[in-house]
């Protein structure tokens, strides 16, 4: 079975995926335009080239000029050409004041656009895939590509591309002046251009191999932190921040790595451009010189040539960081349009498929489902069968129930049935399939066929939305469906409709009651879909009121009612069981607790993937067989209850009383309150421009080793540039001035030869700069999100419970505020610093030359400045203003990818679309911003343009006046020259820069925000040797921000040191707000919580939390081994202590079978194993932190029976020593507590041992009477 290797046992989610796109990756997201969207990019691509291309009529200009200075015209003939030339540029700048903002401003609007479709396309294409896609591409992978990649690809398709077409233009309109001008000069002059060019292709492909796996990295990064963020309470309660940081500091050291090969790319692309920019000015002056020898030219003409040269090539230089911002963009988009264009061998969105039967009404023919012959291997593990040829039936209209041990294969069963993956087809003459009415499951429209069927996981998850909606979404798909937007026609009647079904299902879920009590009943909304705000038996009564809401032919419950007491469970049993009998519904039950299925018409029993029993329960019952052992074990943990209850049963219920006679000495209630909570306070800390400039160089000063070496070798290239202009004035007289040829010739080949020299002195300092600020950038990106992660970490749990701070928005946050920082440090700085350089060489020089000419040129200094003040300032909060809706969106995206499994079984794909159009129309950009923004761009483009005019016009002036020599006045002419342009060059990086302050302001604010943890005072230290484990409650209330109703109120409690005390009681009584408050996750709002006697708030946080090991309701798991994760925020744990713990947890045999043992990996958040193996993974660590207070929150709720008895005695014996304090339903496990207390709508009702109790004969009977 499965031995053949023929093509009929490939597993069909094994096919490759085919790509459809074959242009050039760059040019994707160009797809996603729309008529408005090249109307804009075309108004933007319109003014780029006017403003580039102005630039080379400037050396029409400067040539004119010269030629007029040199060739000693009267002093009125040189003042009028010189006025007018000055007025060309001035023209020339105002034109620049309105075409620089528009091309910018249509730039980014465009891309922006364009983007978010891709976004939203990308997200739509993650929905459809398979479940094996997702075994290797988690919610924070997603989270991160729609957020920082995409992100990527919208700053090289906006700002970068707009400043490129301007650069290119100049370049083509300075080559073509040049030829039409010198052809002769010009050809040899810029030979150097195609070399460039070619030189680019090649370390254009070396960049994209440095990338390919820097990528791939990045993604699973993104996935492990999602995974922390989204479990704060188990990172907080094993200390195990500092833990999962190293784990996720070697993600971030692989990127190091890997990002050291980029740093040597840019490096020699950095060397490369230099190096021919100083070339080029040195093939022009040895040649120039012979063509003015020969007469061919003027010296004016050739500086025409020069200064077209000068333009072109520096235009290269200052797109440079742009070009390689585009070429990373390049392997972003490999990696998205892969998975854009991924098929899923399992597609949602095909229409192929039978529809058995039309509507949601025609209840009269109950379906049957049959496993035939059925044998499955998860595609991780293909040598590992979780089915084998199991064989069964869910007779129509029936209850059909699957028992067994975990791990079994009961869960798998479900994931067929609902095809997120299929069968194996081992066998092509008998191959194993699932029939639904008779046809092949496979035949069927995928998404009619889910929408036939409800579905409730053990571990529900509910979204962010309000309980109404979250209901309502297990209507996607039928024809009740509730529209999205608001302003479809039939949206209120829709509603109104939806809202009868929504609370007969609430009623039927046996939620409707609690619900109610919520402060706005059905309207009110859950913030994030893990939200711990419910208890766990609330949210899987929300779910099974989703999953009954769409009347379905077929419903999975699977392990549905595992968090539910035994007295609401047989409540909804029997809704579910009228259900059926009404509408004919196939169910089948998957559980642990055998009570539950004693009224079901068919049992399974599954073990080892094999399907070992099946029959009634009376005749599985006479077999004596798997079935009956493991009614034995649950009948023997409570046969003294139950003979007690049953002599019992003339005691009547007695009515709850909380007057002090009546409570426990070891537990008392008094009287309600009324006081409100303290409202938490909110909001980032804003800094001043000033104190977040001195703390950014704080930063980068921790990286000054190699920093300090990018800056001085940056400010030498920019020196560099200083001394060309000096060396300008110079070639001017010395080819200008002689009649002498020979001089002329040797005066061409002298200056050229110093030119040769600066060029190989640029390419070797402009290549160490390169490398030295991008590998620094990288070093700062690692320390940026360790230092975010570490202060998010820190803050309290009810911090993760808003919106903003939902776990796929930090996630994205984090890896993309670090980006832009890492980014602009590691392409922009060294252009800026050059730049800088250039412009302070620039004024220093022409005031050393001619101080006369240079002070009137650089007093409007000051007014450029204040243009790049408010375009940085201005374009920074229009990045705020983008940003928040994107982080949204990535949390939007994070959450249902998370959740993808809900999302498929209910058919919501196109819902959730929907809701991310909705959501992102709704946030539009403030475009003031980026208008301010712009004009500070043009401002300052066009004062450059304004200062040359300011110069030509005063040097005359003082030329004709003989107060200045021709040498320095052209050098000074060109210093500020020079000194302006690269003023104005440094404009196109502001966009960068906005993004990078940007981002370093929301580190700030995560790393200076104050988690809101009270914390006293204490003058006595707290010795974690000396603790022995009494916890006092002394008139404890909580609140949870969004319910105003308290969880708790007035709690007064004293649990003994080395006592075990449980909590039961109905779903939502507030037994887990206990737990909260005892691991302070919550303060309460009135009164205290002491340690031996000493306020938990005086205590320092980890030392309290690491005398606390907590077992919750959901199992979480990180992505490493097992070892790791039983191991999770211990150092230095002996092997026999790891097994000793697994022993006691019963996982100890899954371990060992395993191929690698303790260093065999989980998974993804361990999804490939049942939810007993990783509840008991989570146990062994529980028991290996060897607490002194130990809290066990539903700690066996996913075991079976077998599992629970053997690691309950475990817990048993763990407990002794230490204060235990268990929450459960099962009440056969807390039988054995030192002192059990009965919680109700927050208030302790009853309290005593298990004896003592029953004896009473109150609401604790009535629990146990539920589970008989």
Known sequence: MGGTTNENNIHPARVPCRSKYTGHPYFYVFTYADRTDWLIYAVGFVAAVISGGIFPVLDLVYGYWTNAVVANESASQLRATTNTMAGVCVAIGALQLIIAPLFLCCFMIASGRITNKMRRAYLNAILLQDAEFFEQVGAGEVGTRMLKDIGTIKAATGDKLGFVCSAFTTLIVAVIMAFCRAPRLAGVSFGVVPLTLILFVGIGYLSLVADSRLLEVTGQAGTFLEQIMSSIRVVQSFAAESFLA?????????????GAKRSLVRGLEFGTIYCILNLTYSVCFWYGSKLVVSDEIGVGLMFTVFWNMF????????ILPHISAIRDSVSTSEKIIADIERIPTIDVSSTHGAKLWNGFDDKSTPVEVEYRNVTFSYPSRPNHKSLDDVCFKLEPGAVTAVVGASGSGKSTLASLLLRHYDPVRS??????????????????????????????????QLFTASIFDNVAYGLSGTPWQVPVSTSDPNYEARRGEARVLVERALRQAQALDFVCKLPEGLDTRISGGRTDLLSGGQKQRIALARALVRKPRILVLDEGTSALDSETEQRLMRSIHEEQKQTGMTTMLIAHRLSSIQNADRIIVMSNGYVTEQGTYQELMTTDGVFTSLVRHQATNGRDAYNYVQHSNHLPIKEVRSRESDASPLGLV?????????????????????????????????????????????????AVFTIVAWLIGFVVKGLGTSEDDQHVLSQGRYWSMWFLVLAIITTILSGVSGFFFSS??????????????????????????????????????????????????????????????????????????????????????????????????????????????????????????????????????TSVIQQYDLSASRNIANLRH??????????????????????????????????????????????????????????TFVPDLARMMHGFRRVCSWEDREPQVASLASERSFQTEGVKGTITFKGCTLKYDSRPQPAIENLNLVIPAGSSVAFCGPSGGGKSSIISMISRFYDPVFGTISLDNQDIRSIPLDQYRSQIALVSQNAILYEGTFGENITLG????????????????????????????????????????????????????????DPKILLLDEATSALDTESERSVQQALEQASKGRTTITIAHRLSTIRGADMIHVVEDGRIIESGTHETLLALGGRYVDLIRSQL
């Open 1130 to 1185: 211990q150092d230095s744990i002996p092997q026999e202590a790891v097994e000793r713990a697994c022993r006691d947890a019963s996982i100890l045999d899954f371990i060992l079978s395993l191929p690698q043992g303790f260093d065999t990996p989980v998974g993804f958040k361990g999804s490939q194993m049942s939810g007993g193996q990783r509840q008991r993974i989570c146990i062994a660590r529980a028991l290996l932190r």
């Open 311 to 318: 333009n072109a090539v520096f235009s290269i230089a200052t």
């Open 427 to 460: 066998d092509p003459s008998a191959p194993g399939q699932i029939l639904v009415a008779g046809h092949d499951l496979g035949s069927l429209n995928l998404s009619w066929i889910r929408s036939q069927i409800g579905y409730v996981a053990q571990d529900p």
């Open 670 to 718: 008094t009287c309600k309150t009324d006081g409100e909570a303290d409202s938490m306070e909110r909001g980032q800390l804003r800094e001043t421009s000033r104190a977040l400039a001195s703390r950014f160089f704080r930063l980068i000063w921790g990286f000054k080793e190699w920093l300090i070496v990018g800056v001085l070798t940056s400010f030498c290239v920019g």
């Open 246 to 258: 190293r784990k996720y500091d070697i993600y971030l050291l692989q990127i190091q790595k890997f």
């Open 776 to 909: 620094g950038g990288d070093r700062i990106d690692r320390k940026l999100q360790l230092t975010s992660l570490h202060a998010i970490l820190q803050q309290e749990v009810g911090f993760f419970d808003h919106e903003e701070n939902a776990p796929g928005a930090l996630t994205a946050a984090v890896a993309s505020c670090a980006g832009n920082v890492s980014s602009a440090v590691g392409l922009i700085w060294p252009q800026v610093i050059v730049s800088c350089a250039d412009f302070i060489g620039g004024i220093i020089l022409s005031l050393v030359l001619s101080w006369k000419l240079a002070l009137p040129c650089i007093a409007p200094i000051p007014f450029l400045l204040a243009a790049a003040y408010y375009n940085i300032a201005y374009l920074e909060r229009y990045e705020h203003d983008v940003q928040k809706p994107l982080e949204e969106a990535s949390a939007f995206a994070s959450e249902h990818v998370d959740a993808i499994k809900t999302v498929a079984a209910y058919g919501r794909e």
């Open 930 to 987: 980026l208008l301010i923004g712009a004009i500070g761009f043009g401002v300052g483009v066009g004062f450059s343009l304004v200062l040359c005019a300011i110069v030509m016009w005063w040097g005359v002036e003082l030329f004709v006046t003989h107060r200045i020599t021709l040498a320095h006045f052209f050098s000074t002419f060109e210093a500020i020259l020079i000194a302006g342009f690269t003023a104005s060059r440094i404009f």
